[in-house]
């Protein structure tokens, strides 16, 4: 998949060849040639990168990253600009950038910086991804040990905690009572009582009461499975 940068430069010559520089290194570029456009498209969220130049016409680039950021927008932003003391690129990064190159710059160094800015959002990503899990409107957090459908808080003790959540890292499949037995309770036999009926029951009724559609399906003779469809 391309990914897009967004080129917020009022200097034509200048946006014209970070545009070619970065289309030949793969990238998709948008420019804004003001601060104003340039919010305006930021404020899409579509783009995974942006570099902008701070001193723009109609609205300034640290303006542009504030408005972004108290918008709610974190593309990572990359400074371009003729002011490079040390007060600048305080006041670059306390305005929410991510990163700050003073001009004239190398294109090897800022093609290398915005790779970087991008393998740190997709290290982030991985991280968010990997402390929670997401089937359907069902939300764990794995680790506040939280649960949320339709952001309501549902409420799970240690045990429901577990299961839901060994059905959720196997979303869609049906898992047998003996893989939760062996799973969750570490029985490597049959204890021969409906443990994890009683269980499930009880999980079903928290994750599914006052909700429109299940989510947690018997399938009769098998077992259970976790899924917004049947």
Not at 38 to 65: K, Q
Not at 80 to 107: I, M, N
Not at 169 to 179: P, S
């Amino acid at each position: 998949m391309t990914r897009k940068i967004l080129i917020i430069e009022d200097d034509a010559a200048s946006a014209a060849y970070l545009a070619k520089g970065l289309s030949e290194a793969g990238f998709a570029t948008e420019i804004a040639t003001n601060g104003r456009d340039g919010l305006f498209l930021a404020s899409e969220d579509i783009f995974d990168a942006m570099v902008v130049d701070r001193m723009l016409p109609g609205l300034d680039g640290l303006s542009v990253i504030g408005g972004a950021r108290a918008a709610g927008i974190r593309t990572p932003a990359l400074v371009l600009s003729a002011l490079g003391t040390v007060d600048d690129r305080v006041a670059g990064l306390h305005a929410g950038a991510d990163d700050y190159l003073t001009k004239p710059f190398s294109f090897a160094e800022l093609l290398a910086r915005i790779e970087a800015l991008l393998r740190r959002r997709e290290r982030q990503a991985s991280d968010v991804q990997a402390i929670r899990l997401t089937v359907g409107d069902l939300e764990i957090d794995l680790l506040g040990r939280t649960v949320t459908r339709q952001g309501r808080a549902i409420l799970l003790g240690a045990r429901e905690f577990n299961l839901l959540e060994f059905l959720a890292r196997n979303a869609g499949q049906v898992i047998t009572r003996t893989m939760m037995i062996e799973k969750i309770w570490n029985y490597h036999f049959d204890p021969g009582s409906n443990v994890v009926d009683v269980h499930m029951s009880r999980l079903r009724r928290k994750i599914e009461e006052g909700f429109a559609t299940p989510i947690l399906h018997t399938v009769r003779g098998a077992g259970y499975k976790l899924s917004p469809e049947a």
